[in-house]
């Protein structure tokens, strides 16, 4: 391959890179030719001079082959969803089993929490003996045995981009559009996928603050996805409130339980969650059209069929078999759990969603730095909805605190991300568009 350093000059003076120099540039990465140095000076000429899309599909190709690429050889086609990332959104949890009841198959992997954000894995580990690292092997295992099988990245998939991530996390280059889609759709595109749906959110709670920037990276990741082969659609969904009612790890896990069983179905988590699998059943060639896959995901949820696989695949990483009858007696719970009552009565105008999760993270349930612990028991819930009338008789939510102290930090932090006023606003839609 051409020298490191002359990949970097060409782009850096912002010419065309060809595929094989950007496949030979993430092979050197992989295998250690390539210096970290020099990785961190070609993620800064991306970061200024951007890829064409011929070049982001090429630099996704070759992150996507610096490990193993799985195949699947399932009797239902390999689907996924990724969510860029939100308060509340635990759509994973029960999206992975709906599809899964439904005919595909979803061997999802997914992070930890990131900043202000929980993460699937996260919430995951709060269960007692779920194994959310397992092998390959387990991993084929299990997607076929359950349906579905939610796990973390192993170093097997995609290492490049766990290279590249750490370079770009300490250089300033993490917000680059092109470096974000490749990272994303590599760990995708080795998982084997058969079709792929992304949920972008945008809004408070979300790193797209901004709609457009939103519009923008869905677009990217549809086009590079397409053009890498695997059928991608995206749907922009709104992150101006927690998505659930609930936002920390276990008591996540509880709201999920909550939906699968009908006990708690919150209308903008539904909506949210059943454009999902149905776009995936659609993409999966499950169903004809969205309308007839909403269809089934209900007959599903109604049946109990997703609830059977959410159980399965729970049992079969090691955790509880009983969670779903019995979810109080695994989860963790806080030792203080007490109302959050507002400083006036009115109705919730609006709701600084960011401040939610770096609330939860004051009180233990994300990280500050990566070698951090996470207590999976804390957390809020009942958390109120714009719309909702709150006073001294409906609380803001629920904190679910390590003690006192920490849940009056937490309380006072829920307050301030409440706007009220005097009249329910006009509430807008939960999905805001699909791109495709």
Known sequence: MRLPQEIIRDKRDGKALAPEEIAGFIAGLTEG?????????FAMAVFFRGLSLDERVALTQAMTRSGTVLNWDLPGPALDKHSTGGIGDA????????????GGYVPMISGRGLGHTGGTLDKLESIPGYDATPGL???RAVT????????????DLAPADKRLYAIRDVTGTVESLDLIT???????LAAGLDGLVMDVKTGSGAFMEDREAARALARSIV????????PTVALVTDMDAPLASAAGNAVEVAYSIDYLTGARRE??????????CAQMLVTGGLAADVAEAEGRLEAALASGRATEHFARMVAALGGPPDLVEAPQRHLPRAPVIRPVLPERAGFVAGVATRAIGLAVIGLGGGRTRPQDGIDGSVGFSRLARPGD?????????????????????AAAALRAAYRLGEAAPEIGPAVLERIG
């Open 389 to 409: 009338a709150v006073g001294p008789e409906a609380p803001l939510g629920l904190v679910h605190a390590r003690d006192e102290a920490a849940a009056e930090r």
């Open 33 to 41: 030719a390539v210096t970290e140095g020099q990785a961190a000076a």
């Open 223 to 230: 086009a590079v996805a397409n053009g890498a082969g695997c």
């Open 267 to 276: 209308p903008r988590f539904h909506a949210v969650t059943l454009a999902l």
């Open 137 to 139: 092997d387990r991993f």
């Open 144 to 155: 076929r045995e359950a349906g579905c099988a939610i796990i973390g990245q192993t170093a």
């Open 182 to 188: 490749a990272s994303i759709l590599s760990k995708k």
């Open 91 to 102: 759509v994973s949890l029960v999206l992975a089993p709906m599809v899964a009841a439904c």
